[in-house]
């Protein structure tokens, strides 16, 4: 982004607080709905992003879908509850020399349930790959992020939390949709805020901070051409009207990753139309 009062050829020093030039960034949950609206900023920004997934098909996707925009990224497939795999891959980055400059974790795994329906396996999944994820992706990755942190006095690591980690879903707005928000969601990501709060705490004197963003409802395109009256439902209970676009989640990640937020750490950015202002 260059600003008309800038020297030509150079971003204005506003805009360079939020460059990701020389930055390298891992993104779990790379080719999903969010994942890949925050891959693509922070490409767009100037990293280096490893787009990270469970299947490689959707991953090898997207990355071409990126480099035909002229942005080249890595792939890392895995799952995030397959906490060995996650130890080696960062431990090779390690060995290659390599830094984290930001970490996000948007992956989740779980099942859409009437509370009835919820199991004890549920609970299980939801926080394997919730935050006991995020507290292994850290640590496995702490000797990159320290590295980056001394390399440029900081790093910087997202946990992407829900507005269901704030408050309760209301049963009325679901009917019979089939996509009620289970129990296990929000309580695995209800813990991701409190495991925000611990590592910005603990990790604050290597130069490591540590936020999350709580996004609200950003129903996929489908779900909203499937069930056009649940949407409606979703719209009547956002302050600002109406559901979030994907994109709309790109600027407060790249402010959290970027230099822009370099005093902000241990928070959590709501990023909801106001759904948990009422």
């Known amino acids: 982004m260059t600003y008309p009062f800038a020297p030509p050829g150079q971003d204005s020093p506003s805009a360079a607080l939020f460059s990701l030039r020389g930055r390298t960034a891992f993104v779990t949950g790379a080719a999903g709905h969010l994942g890949s609206a925050t891959a693509r900023a922070f490409v767009e920004a100037g990293a280096r992003v490893i787009l990270h997934g469970r299947r490689a098909a959707p991953l090898q996707r997207f990355a071409e879908e990126l480099g035909s925009a002229g942005h080249a990224s890595e792939l890392a497939c895995f799952d995030v509850r397959d906490y060995a795999a996650m130890r080696m891959f960062f431990a090779e980055e390690a060995a290659a020399g390599r830094r984290l400059d930001i970490l996000v974790h948007n992956a989740y795994t779980g099942r859409p349930t009437p509370w009835r329906g919820a199991h004890e396996e549920d609970f299980e999944t939801a926080f394997q790959s919730g935050p006991t994820a995020a507290f292994e992706l850290v640590k496995a990755a702490e000797p990159l992020l320290a590295r980056a942190a001394r390399a440029t ?61 709580s996004p609200g409802p950003f129903p996929k ?21 109406r559901v979030g676009r994907a ?26 139309g106001g759904w948990t202002a009422w």
């Open 221 to 241: 395109a489908e779900i909203q051409t499937r069930d056009p009256a649940f949407l409606k439902r979703l719209e009547e209970k956002v302050p600002m009207g």
């Open 247 to 272: 994109g709309e989640i790109a600027g407060p990640l790249l402010f959290l990753a970027s230099e822009a937020s370099s005093y902000v750490t241990g928070v959590n950015l709501a990023v909801d």
């Open 153 to 213: 006095g900081q790093a910087s690591v997202i946990f992407i939390s829900s507005m269901y980690g704030h408050v309760s879903p209301d049963p009325r707005l679901y009917g019979d949709s089939g996509l009620d928000s289970p129990p296990h969601y929000g309580a695995a990501k209800g813990a991701l805020l409190q495991l925000t709060r611990y590592l910005a705490c603990h990790l604050a004197p290597q130069g490591i901070r540590v936020n999350a963003v």
